[in-house]
């Protein structure tokens, strides 16, 4: 398993990845009858995705966002989250994220930022502040590649 899990790390492009002691195709099979079943999904989605909850108690202070890359970053841990303030130097994964969530923050911000933000570094800087550092060195770097022209025009 380990082996596995220093592949993924080890990939260029984040890909979906879901590791689960049970049988997952089983699970789905059983949550997709359910909502055909209840017809309460979407109603029970909208529900939940329009309430956000307080901040939780960390043992970093609350520091906002400093410029529009951090505020860009914290909109996105917050609408992932459902948290309705995340500071620069909360933790990801000590707001409640996860893989999963990993990824699809990961493909929001090469999306956002237009740059290639591989998967692992949000293991490496799980906060605003220092993913905000990263995606500022990746674009100068992109930057610095382009002609002068082609820099003006960026």
Avoid: C
Wanted: charged share 25%.
């Amino acid at each position: 398993m380990l082996d596995a899990i220093g592949r993924v790390f080890a990939m260029e492009q984040a890909v979906p990845v879901i590791a689960t002691p049970k049988d997952l195709h089983l699970a789905l099979k059983k949550w997709i009858q359910f909502e055909a079943q209840t017809g309460q999904a979407d109603a029970m989605h909208e529900k939940l995705s329009g309430q956000a909850h307080a901040r939780p108690n960390l043992h970093t202070a609350y520091v906002e966002p400093r410029d529009e890359g951090e505020e860009l970053i914290a909109q996105i841990f917050q609408e992932l989250l459902g948290i309705e303030a995340v500071g620069v130097h909360d933790s990801f994964f000590q707001l409640g994220g996860n893989s999963l969530l990993g990824t699809q923050l990961i493909t929001r911000l090469r999306s956002s930022f237009q740059v290639d933000l591989p998967l692992r570094i949000l293991f490496e800087a799980a906060t605003v502040a220092e993913l905000s550092v990263i995606i500022e060195e990746l674009i100068i770097e992109e930057i610095s590649k382009l002609s002068d022209e082609e820099a003006l025009s960026y």
